[in-house]
Structure formats: C-alpha cells, structure tokens
C-alpha cells in the first residue's frame, strides 16, 4: 500500500524568509503521480503543482519551486521570500498511475508566516 | 470559474439522525470524491465516483453511503450519525481519477 509522511506539523517563518515542506511517500509502483495543495484558512484546497514519475525536472513557479527526487522518494516544496499570505496547510498527495481515484494525502503541514 | 459547491459550511446534528450532505460542481467533471479532513490525518477518501450511478469505496466508507444521480451532484449520506463523524467534509471534482482536483470549501460537521 502507498503512503504519503509530511513530518513536519508545523512550520512559523518570518516574512521574507524561506520555507521547505517536506514530503516523503512510499509505494512499490514506478508509475505515479504526486501533487501538492495548498489550503489557506478559507479552507478550500487548491492545486499547485502534478508531477508524474518519469519527470524528474525539478519547477518553479513563481516563488514556488518543487524538488523531485525519486531516489529518496521525496518531493519536496519550497517558498521563496515568504508572505503573510502563504500562510495556510499544506499537502502532499500521490496516486497510483493504475488506481483510479485513489488519492493518498499527508498529514498536511501549517505554515505560518508572521509580518 | 470553476466551481464546487457543498450544501452548508456548518452543521449540527443529533446522534442517530440521517444526515445529508451535498456536493454540486459545474465543470461537467466525470469524477467526484467525498474526503474528511481531521487534525494530523489529512484527508482520506470516504467515497468516488467515477460515472452517474457509479461508486467506489475509499479508505474509509464503514458508516456513509453515497448517492450520483446526476452529474454534477455527488451526495454522503450518514444513515445514523455518530459522535466520531464529526469532522470537516471536503467534495472535490476531476476530470479523470489522476487529474488535479477541484475542492469545495467543506462542511463542518459536528454531532452531539
């Protein structure tokens, strides 16, 4: 079965400073997909970013950037500069290229960035 | 915009009674899910469904049931509602069942 750690519970930064979100996951498969989600405080998620297993580039978008290292089984997320308004939970979610529907999320983790 | 939609943001109800939430998305989305999000478990999968009147158990279905009709709705039904179902409900939409989903704000349910 497939599983999805985010060890960090919560994470307080200081405008400006820079946070990275661990996520670490686990499955026999070699084909899946991973995503990370934000939900801010209104609490509805929204997608950032899906990541299929072939595609090992690492992103950036933005302030956001992910790193994708299959060899550790991490998918790692980082803010640049943070803002008041990255301040929400954060997931990480993998699902089986063959499982259809079948999401597994993390724990989620808390960022909260203070002025 | 795209748009999920949930019946009501709160919800208190007794235990033993039928409960219903739901869920409505207007993006013509094949896929719907029922997820309930509790502190330091994340989310996990109640119910999917892939198709109208097509339904799939998820990680968790022991004491919900779900409904497809039509569409756009997808609805959870807890045909007895118990003190452990209080949580926060979250819908979602996708196109296929690995596409990005599309969230609604959730249904804080409690039940006393």
């Known amino acids: 079965a497939q599983k999805v750690t985010q060890a960090q519970t919560e994470i307080s930064v200081v405008e400006k400073e820079d946070v990275t979100l661990d996520c670490v996951y686990e499955t026999r498969d070699t084909t899946y997909y991973l995503f990370w989600y934000k939900q801010p405080p209104s609490g509805e998620l929204v997608f950032l970013i899906r990541r299929n297993s072939f595609d090992e580039q690492n992103e950036i978008s933005g302030r956001y950037s992910w790193n994708f290292q299959k060899s550790t089984s991490s998918f790692n997320f980082t803010i640049t500069a943070s803002q008041v308004v990255d301040s929400a939970v954060y997931f990480c979610?993998?699902?089986?290229?063959?499982?259809?529907?079948?999401?597994?999320f993390g724990a989620g983790t808390q960022v909260v960035v203070t002025p | 915009d795209v748009k999920v939609t949930q019946s009501s943001r709160y919800l208190v109800k007794r235990t033993g009674e039928k409960v219903f939430l739901e869920c409505v998305q207007d993006m013509d989305h094949e896929n719907m899910f029922w997820y309930r999000q509790d502190p330091g478990l994340g989310l996990r999968l109640i119910y999917f469904s892939y198709d109208v009147k097509m339904k799939e158990k998820g990680d968790i279905p022991e004491g919900y049931s779900v409904s497809r009709e039509k569409k756009e709705r997808f609805s959870l039904i807890l045909e007895s509602a118990s003190t452990n179902q209080t949580s926060m409900y979250l819908c979602?939409?996708?196109?296929?069942?690995?596409?990005?989903?599309?969230f609604g704000p959730g249904t804080r349910l409690t039940v006393t």
């Open positions: 979610a993998l699902i089986l290229t063959d499982s259809w529907g079948k999401f597994q």
């Open positions: 979602a939409s996708s196109l296929s069942g690995r596409d990005e989903q599309y």
